[in-house]
């Protein structure tokens, strides 16, 4: 018996195919961002420069939406 | 907005065996709607590029215990999590234009800011974390919060953990979203 609370549960056995298309919002830096960003970067690695790795910081970017569309074909 | 040397949390920057309250992670996404029209399924969702979990450890230790049980009481439904903005979007009033909603600026320099990055002001949770981890200054709005299915996230803590709060600073944060959520709105 399949189980609600696993991320593969499905209610139906039928074959699902979508087409999808995604459209999300553009994800602009404003250019104060995007300089304390590199700001940031410097201070994470202490000033040096790094290569080939560059360290990545999270939360610089903003809450985006993501539309999915898609034609469901049963069968 | 550079890393600040006067971080005022503490965090761990390894993974547990289960989600945790005061658990950071990355791109955690938000379903606002999923419809379906003569065949054509649309659905829409909000990504937030940082996300801390407000649910409590202990239901969260008996939910990861109870998945092998036969009885299963303790299972939970969702888990409760708080995006975090960065604090310079914030300040700006920008931090939620993505998706179409613009707020009010707050000048950090000036008192409003001061309160707020002191934890001073009640809705918003300043966290401004320590060198070593790679998280921009950020502000949970407590008036922002969505739950998560815990099949969702468990299946992207692998990949999209970045740290936790350190048990005291998680209190922190949980002490003063529960204050926040009891307020009472008295009529002016």
């Known amino acids: ?75 | 907005m550079e890393k600040s040397q006067l971080a005022n949390v503490a965090v761990k920057r390894t993974r547990n065996t289960r989600i945790c309250q005061g658990d950071v992670f990355r791109d955690v996404e938000c379903i606002e709607y999923v419809s379906e029209k003569r065949g054509i399924i649309e659905v829409s969702k909000i990504v937030f590029p940082v996300a801390l979990v407000l649910t409590q450890d202990c239901d969260l230790e008996q939910e990861s215990g109870s998945r092998l049980k036969a009885m299963r009481s303790n299972t939970l439904l969702s888990v409760l999590v708080a995006p975090l903005y960065n604090a310079e979007h914030v300040f700006q009033g920008e931090h939620l234009v993505d998706i179409g909603i613009k707020a009010e600026t707050i000048n950090k320099r000036r008192s409003p800011g001061e309160y707020l990055v002191k934890n001073d002001r009640p809705r918003y949770h300043y966290l401004d974390f320590p060198e070593n981890t790679p998280v921009a200054a950020s502000i949970a709005d407590f008036k922002h919060y969505f739950s998560v299915h815990v099949s969702y996230l468990e299946s992207i803590r692998r990949t999209n953990f970045v740290c936790r709060l350190s048990d005291l600073f998680r209190e922190d944060v949980s002490q003063r979203f529960a204050a926040y959520l009891g307020r009472i709105g008295l009529p002016t």
């Open chain 1, 1 to 75: 018996m399949s189980d609600p609370f696993k991320s593969d549960y499905v209610v139906s056995t039928q074959p699902i195919t979508t087409s999808q298309t995604v459209t999300t919002t553009p994800q602009l830096e404003a250019p104060a961002v995007a300089k304390s960003l590199s700001t940031s970067v410097t201070a994470l690695t202490g000033g040096a420069q790094v290569f080939g790795f560059e360290p990545r910081l999270y939360g610089t970017g903003k809450p985006r939406r993501i539309v999915i569309r898609g034609k469901i074909a049963i069968g």
